[in-house]
């Protein structure tokens, strides 16, 4: 393959799933630098470390850092343990209480003992933007703020929502663009990735390098948010859509296979490390009925789970699948609970872990969706006697209870 057929290729794979792309040609001169003299660059990707609990949607901007790597980049992960401090009010309603130095620092910690899985540590520099910020003082701080007008700070959308409805926006907020910004006039970098509700922060860098008299121009890159399970809202914990990268690998493995077929092929976009002519070969297998769109999810999922715990575990975890749900047996091992006999059955599922309230439960019953020891639950209002149960609603929630 000829070194314009590698720059063609290497920019398809970095364009892939991409939502927004300014400064393309900047990026094809980078790219093209490697590959023509080995000549590297930098890319930065800031992480607020609000909570410690990683899942896959925040893995895009990852995968997406990694295949950077692979075509000559230099990664700053940084972690915003400064404006971590201050929060990022991107799509809130509201002003976000800030986090204290030991919650971001414990938070942090999460990143640090992830990212290794998905990025070469060899082509990386994690990065705390407190170095630099913690030195400005309130003369730098005052010249930062006067790079920006409150008029182009309104043209956010979230800032301009919350004005317009008299809702409280505290002057602290404002300089969380601009800090942001500021990082990449401290690490002078040449691209920067973030979410797309992040389009204002980003572009901020590109000005604040010209504020600043640096002699470039960061491009910007843009990836989508990743929807969660319903294939509607994005992923996200509180609506409990989410695939969590630290959850056991078979609740990994039933998670991904309960996604749609449709949805599928966005997270094999945005998360896979296959090349998009392997992806291709994949869609083409389950178009013309070669593969069943079954099995190409269970290669999605042995993929994930290799990444973030290993081959074994992985296989462990898709055969803990077909036994279970294949021909309907028990999970090798069950979450077990005691409990007192006499227990309301809608009671003994919340304090199982296996629903939230008991009105959950009750829905549970009526949709025909609960059993105990293999049988449907028909009567609402069963106490059980004392004895060893096996509670399972759904298709992938279980439970032994030994009530006394």
């Not at 290729?9 to 093209?32: N, P, Y």
């Not at 030195?135 to 409150?150: D, Q, R």
């Not at 999922?301 to 279970?324: G, N, P, W």
């Amino acid at each position: 393959m000829s070194i314009e057929d590698q720059i063609k290729q290497a920019l398809a794979e970095i364009e892939r799933g991409a939502q927004e792309i300014i400064g393309l040609d900047f990026i094809k001169q980078c790219v093209s630098a490697y590959f023509k003299n080995g000549k590297t660059y930098t890319i930065k990707a800031g992480f607020d470390p609000t909570a410690p609990d990683l899942h896959l949607g925040h893995t895009v901007l990852l995968q997406k850092l990694a295949t950077f790597q692979k075509y000559g980049a230099k990664i700053f992960f940084l972690i915003g343990d400064f404006t971590g401090m201050i929060g990022d009010p991107s799509g809130k309603s509201e002003t976000r209480k800030p986090l204290s130095k030991e919650q971001v620092l414990a938070n942090a910690k999460t990143y640090e003992e992830q990212v290794h899985k998905i990025l070469d540590a060899s082509k990386m520099e994690i990065v705390f933007n407190s170095q630099w910020l913690d030195k400005l003082g309130t003369k730098g701080m005052i010249e930062l703020a006067a790079k920006f007008s409150v008029a182009r700070m309104l043209e956010r959308d979230d800032f301009e929502k919350r004005f317009k409805a008299q809702n409280p926006i505290s002057i602290v907020e404002f300089f969380y663009p601009l800090l942001q910004g500021y990082d990449s006039v401290a690490l002078e970098c040449d691209i920067e990735l973030g979410g797309s509700d992040q389009k204002f922060n980003l572009l901020m860098g590109r000005q604040m390098q010209r504020a600043y008299g640096l002699k470039k121009e960061q491009s910007v890159l843009m990836m989508p948010l990743l929807e969660g399970l319903d294939g509607v809202q994005k992923m996200s914990k509180s609506l409990g859509n989410y695939i969590g990268i630290t959850q056991e690998p078979k609740e990994i493995f039933g998670r991904i296979l309960s996604i749609s077929d449709a949805l599928m092929w966005r997270y094999y976009e945005l998360l896979s490390t296959k090349s998009l002519q392997e992806i291709e070969s994949l869609k083409k297998g389950a178009d013309n009925g070669s593969l069943h769109p079954k099995a190409i999810k269970e290669e999605l999922a042995l993929e994930i789970i290799t990444r973030y715990y290993d081959k074994t575990q992985a296989q462990q975890a898709k055969e803990e699948f077909a036994r279970v749900f294949a021909h309907d047996e028990l999970p090798s091992t069950l979450p077990t609970f005691t409990n007192k006999s006499g227990i309301w059955i809608a009671q003994l599922a919340q304090d199982c872990g296996l629903c939230d309230s008991n009105s959950e439960a009750l829905r549970f019953i009526k949709q025909g969706a609960m059993k105990l020891n293999g049988q449907k639950v028909e009567d609402s209002k069963l106490n059980l006697k004392k004895g060893e149960y096996v509670l399972q609603i759904g298709k992938r929630k279980f439970a032994k209870a030994i009530l006394s």
